[in-house]
Antibody, heavy 125, light 110 residues
Framework: EVQLVESGGGLVQPGGSLKLSCAASGFTFSGSAMHWVRQASGKGLEWVGRIGSKGNDYATAYAASVKGRFTISRDDSENTACLQMNSLKTEDTAVYYC????????????????WGQGTMVTVSS | QSVLTQPPSVSAAPGQKVTISCSGSSSNIGNNYVSWYQQLPGTAPKLLIYDHNKRPSGIPDRFSGSKSDTSATLGITGLQTGDEADYYCGAWDSSLSGLVFGGGTKLTVL
């Protein structure tokens, strides 16, 4: 089955750290860029960042709101992408989704046709 | 405030047609592809439209997309109660070097 499964969410204090994982199956993970998108309760979608494939030198890019605090990595041997979140703020509280372009033959590199179920991150004292 | 501007809500009766607008600029919609997503309550977003006007396999042709200059539009015909959801547009922004989304539009099928 083609799927993404996130894990690692939970409650963390402001200033703390948390690492999310995204396990992929059913498609050629190594050839796919992986993105993270978050959604605060009752709010819209916010792109967090992405990591490219080996063919793109594992290039990373981040939203301004998380740059310098969050790091995306991947392990192609384990079909897993990770989001390391440091110096967490209350405004980072959200459901975090990993997502990718898997099936559609899109010209756009951002037509996300596969999403995980999301994992909740709560930053609170 | 979102980089892409969508109306907060739209509504229409079952069987009718509705359009949802997404307004941007030359740095995003004007020069990059637009995607549209449907998010049912409590679920992950689902890709409805990509590359401005293409539908993934399994998405009915009741859903359509178009783009003109720096704006994009999602159209839904033959509305069904199951279409009640939040809809988001998204596009790469070359100036911000990041993916941007609209604030979302809540569709109510009366």
């Amino acid at each position: 089955e083609v799927q993404l499964v996130e894990s690692g969410g939970g409650l963390v204090q402001p200033g703390g750290s948390l690492k999310l994982s995204c396990a992929a199956s059913g498609f050629t993970f190594s050839g796919s860029a992986m993105h993270w998108v978050r959604q605060a309760s009752g709010k819209g979608l916010e792109w967090v960042g992405r990591i490219g494939s080996k063919g793109n030198d594992y290039a990373t890019a981040y939203a301004a709101s998380v740059k310098g605090r969050f790091t995306i990595s991947r392990d192609d041997s384990e079909n897993t992408a990770c989001l390391q979140m440091n110096s967490l703020k209350t405004e980072d509280t959200a459901v975090y989704y990993c997502t990718s372009v898997v099936v559609v033959a899109a010209a756009s590199r951002f037509a996300f046709d596969l999403w995980g179920q999301g994992t909740m991150v709560t930053v609170s004292s | 405030q979102s980089v892409l501007t969508q109306p907060p809500s739209v509504s229409a009766a079952p069987g009718q047609k509705v359009t949802i607008s997404c307004s941007g600029s030359s740095s995003n919609i004007g020069n990059n592809y637009v995607s549209w997503y449907q998010q049912l309550p409590g679920t992950a977003p689902k890709l409805l439209i990509y590359d401005h006007n293409k539908r993934p396999s399994g998405i009915p042709d009741r859903f359509s997309g178009s783009k003109s200059d720096t704006s994009a539009t999602l159209g839904i015909t033959g509305l069904q109660t199951g279409d009640e959801a939040d809809y988001y547009c998204g596009a790469w922004d070359s100036s911000l070097s990041g993916l941007v989304f609209g604030g979302g539009t809540k569709l109510t099928v009366l």
